[in-house]
């Protein structure tokens, strides 16, 4: 796995070129950049697609912070969608805060729920919005990376890991060449290994993978079909219990998780509400009033759904939560 400690590369070289084309290969894309996070892939996207002060930006409120940060590192305005019960962004809510000054629609997989990205996808191009999917947990979905740019996290816990670093997938090859000089201080990198000296015509950044991280992630994506195989295993067996899931975690509603996170901890089972909705950051400006993440802020639970869980766990989960109900 770590032939690159024994090569002429440990930052970017061949190891990394190599998992670019194949990750690129595997899910069908024509332009992928990697980087070193999925953070990092969300504020070249934001940079690429020209977001800046006097735009706005909407985003669903239950994410990671990562997906709003670079709206606010560009000062432009974040607006805010509620949820609908699935926790994935409401697109109804999303079509009421269309304005003039919509510069980019933020869709996110949560969980790797992929419902609302069809519609978005055509109310983008009706309405000459840039659509960004944030598909940090997208991974094994089998709809994703539609938009004018698609994000993916690598990080350590996700579908597909390299320990951390990301992909940017674009549409256009012009702006997949900025992606690349903008990753590296703003060089033409492979020029610049070419020529010598080259000039920086842009500010960059040091955004980009090493061969360590790379190495990790070829690893990883040879095995990616079982683990796919694995979760979609994981994910019916809780469809089947009556639990929603989908590729990246499976969730329930409980009016009393604090209790039933308790109830599961104190038999061996970790759960957690995990993201939280944005609005509560002082950064974003404040609370909301949005009607869906109101009801449910205090309710939604996520279960175990990762490669040290077995079909069985999962079965041993849902009737510890049917005992739990029918308790209270």
């Known amino acids: 796995m770590f032939k ?14 190599a998992f670019e084309k194949e990750f690129a290969e595997k899910f069908g894309f024509e332009y992928v950049a990697s980087v070193n996070s999925g953070t990092v892939a969300l504020e070249l ?37 509620d949820i609908d019960t699935d926790l994935n962004v409401s697109v109804e809510d999303v079509k009421n805060k269309i304005t003039p000054q919509t510069k980019a629609i933020l869709f996110v997989h949560f969980g790797g729920n ?3 990205l069809k519609e978005l996808l055509q109310i ?8 960004i999917e944030d598909a940090a947990q997208a991974i094994g979905s089998d709809f994703w990376g539609k938009a004018d740019f698609t994000c993916v996290s690598l990080q350590s816990i996700k579908t597909l890991t390299s320990g951390d670093g990301g992909f940017l997938i674009t549409k256009d090859k012009s702006l997949h060449e900025k992606a ?6 703003g060089y033409d990198r492979e020029l610049k290994q070419q020529l010598g000296d080259t000039d920086i015509v842009e500010p960059g950044y040091k955004y980009h993978m090493n061969d360590i991280t790379a190495s990790i992630g070829r690893g990883n994506l040879n095995a990616i079909d079982a683990i796919i195989s694995h979760r979609k295993k994981l994910c019916a067996e809780y469809v089947k219990n009556g639990v929603s899931s989908s590729i990246w975690f ?30 509560k950051y002082t950064i974003f ?24 869980v077995s079909v069985k766990d999962v079965g041993v989960i849902c009737s510890l939560i049917r005992e739990f109900n029918t308790k209270v």
Do not use: C
Request: glycine fraction near 10%; avoid cysteine; aromatic fraction near 8%.
């Open 250 to 279: 499976a969730h329930t509603l409980s009016p009393d998780r604090a209790n039933l996170i308790q109830f599961m901890k104190k038999r061996g089972v970790h759960t957690g509400d995990y993201h939280y909705r944005n609005d």
């Open 285 to 308: 400006g404040g609370k909301q009033k949005l009607s869906t993440m109101d009801a449910l802020e205090n309710q939604y639970l996520l279960l175990p759904l990762h490669h040290g």
């Open 114 to 116: 992929n419902r609302g």
């Open 45 to 81: 996207a934001y940079e690429l697609a020209g977001i800046g002060e006097g735009d706005e930006v909407i985003i669903p409120v239950l994410t990671h912070p990562a997906t709003g940060l670079p709206a606010l590192h560009r000062k432009a305005s974040i607006v805010f969608a």
């Open 124 to 131: 983008a191009k009706e309405k000459n919005i840039i659509l």
């Open 180 to 185: 690349k000089r903008l990753r590296w201080f």
């Open 4 to 17: 690159s400690n024994y090569g002429t590369y440990l930052g970017e070289g061949p190891e990394v070129k």
